[in-house]
């Protein structure tokens, strides 16, 4: 993840405003911040989205996944992740289990998921992602 603190350096400098002023707009810790901009921790995809937001950028470009970011119309109002999930394996004609052991997701956190219990860390949204090959945006449903 080391991409995304080198892609939050570069679109603060962009944005023309300090740490400072970005964080007080968007009601963030400073301290949050900077250890996400030190590479020592990594957002939860609640303060990604805020932060996708806030850049006006896709949450892939804000990771480093892709190299130029694409416009996107942000859909404001997103799903459950639980919800959406389902939408995708369904979608896959592929089952859960195959799903698990091809993208190496574990089972029990993948139904947790589903059922709505727990928002999956990054490197599982990654992972998921490039299973269903979609962007991190159709994903989580910030993009149709």
């Not at 962009?14 to 949050?32: A, H, R």
């Not at 997103?78 to 859960?96: I, M, Q, T």
């Not at 956190?109 to 992602?129: C, E, I, T, V, Y």
């Amino acid at each position: 993840m080391s991409e995304f603190g080198n892609r939050l350096k570069e679109l603060v400098f962009d944005k023309q405003k300090t740490v400072s002023e970005i964080c007080s707009e968007i009601n963030l810790d400073t301290s949050v911040f900077y250890k996400w901009w030190g590479k020592s921790s990594v957002p939860n995809i609640d303060h990604l989205i805020l932060l996708a937001n806030y850049f006006n950028c896709s949450l892939d470009f804000l990771v480093g996944r892709i190299i130029d970011d694409y416009p996107i119309r942000v859909n404001n109002e997103l799903p459950a992740f639980g919800e959406r999930l389902k939408f995708l394996v369904k979608n896959s004609d592929k089952s859960v289990y195959y799903l698990c052991k091809t993208s190496k997701i574990h089972k029990g956190s993948f139904m947790r998921w589903q059922n709505g219990q727990f928002f999956p860390l990054l490197d599982n949204l990654l992972k998921l992602a490039d299973y269903f090959k979609c962007s991190l945006d159709y994903l989580v449903g910030r993009e149709n």
